[in-house]
Structure formats: structure tokens, C-alpha cells
């Protein structure tokens, strides 16, 4: 797939998302600013025979996305927002929340959402959290949540330190356990008033090399 060519399928995914129908050739021109609308027919025609598409002719917005290639998964667009700290916590510039101007996308299949909405991605840096298979340079995929069950992955903003972090959250009588899944490394203790959930793990993209 050629970047116009991605670029006109993640348009159309969205166009659809937003609206519950497809763009019309002009939207795609539009959205994507491609000067022609034969330059978008050319480019649909190559998604079409790639088997990302399929065209209806005599039908005014009669293009059909296929969820894959093979046309059997939802295909959904996960914006990658930034990176998390697994290990010691790191500062997040110039916000005390997420940024959520996205630095990248991922297409992932729905199963990996869980058919949650507002679902972002953060790339993980450190090693804190290896024994539960997240390593330096994985991608977790987060649901946006500011409450979490004893035991969640979360994205933690620690309030006067100004930083987040990726941990496993435990409530004690009077303070937060922020444990890392790394025998070689130390809990964070600190207050409940000091700790914003920011976010809490729902799967993980590992990298293989």
C-alpha cells in the first residue's frame, strides 16, 4: 500500500466511524487534498483489487470497507499519544495530563479493544514491568479510566513529582502501592491524594525484535 493509498483508507475508516456512511469520491479529495478526483478513483481502485475495499458502482457512496484483507476483523485506528516509564518514573512535558495530540497511529483488530472507546496507545520505556511480558519498546494499548481495581496495569501521575508511570495499583490503609513486575525492583509508596489514574492496560503489542 503506497502512503496516498493508506492515507485514503485511514481517511475513509474515520469518515465512516464519525458518520455510519462512506465519503463520496469529492470527500475523499477533500479529506485526504488530492487534487483530482480521478487521482482518488486510481487510488480506490488499488485498495479495491488489494481487497481493502469494495465498490458499488451504481451506488452514490457505494464504497464498502473491508475489515481486512481477508474481510473477516474490524479493523480500529489507535492513536499513539507518547511513552510511558516502566521503571522509574519519567516527566510528561508541559502537561499534568495527557497530550492527546497523537504522535503516530496503529491499526489494530477490535479484539484487541475490546470494543472500548477512547482507547490510546503509549510506547514503554524501561524494563519494570518484564515479568509481565511489557519490555522497553512494547506498546500497551490503555483504556481511559481514573479508577482502577487492586491489581490493574495503570498509567499513574504522580502529583507532585510531576511524572507518570506504568505499575500495578494497590490500595493499603492509608497509602498507594505502585508495584513494578521486576524482582529487582522497588515499589513507589505513596499517598492516594498524590495519585491520578490516568489509564489502565487492556493489551499489549510486543516487539519481537
Known sequence: MSPKQKRVLQFMRKFVTARGYPPTIRDIASGCEISSTSVVTYNLNKLEAAGYIRRHADISRGIELLTNRQGQRHIVIVPIIGTIAAGEPIPIPDSETW???????????????????????????????????IKDGDVVLMEYVNNAE????????????????????????????????????????????????QGKVIAVIRQLI
Not at 102 to 119: C, D, Y
Not at 166 to 171: D, E, G, M, T
Request: proline content about 4%; hydrophobic content about 45%; overall charge negative.
Open 99 to 133: 497530550d492527546m495530540v497523537a504522535l503516530g497511529e496503529l491499526e489494530v483488530t477490535e479484539e484487541l479493544t475490546r470494543g472500548k472507546q477512547g482507547v490510546f496507545a503509549l510506547r514503554v520505556k524501561g524494563d519494570s514491568m518484564i515479568d509481565a511480558l
Open 150 to 197: 487492586d491489581g490493574d496495569m495503570v498509567a499513574a501521575w504522580l502529583k507532585m513529582e510531576k511524572e507518570v508511570t506504568l505499575k500495578r495499583l494497590f490500595r493499603k490503609a492509608d497509602h498507594i502501592c505502585l508495584e513494578p513486575a521486576n524482582a529487582l525492583m522497588q515499589p513507589i509508596y505513596t499517598s492516594p491524594e498524590n495519585v491520578e489514574i
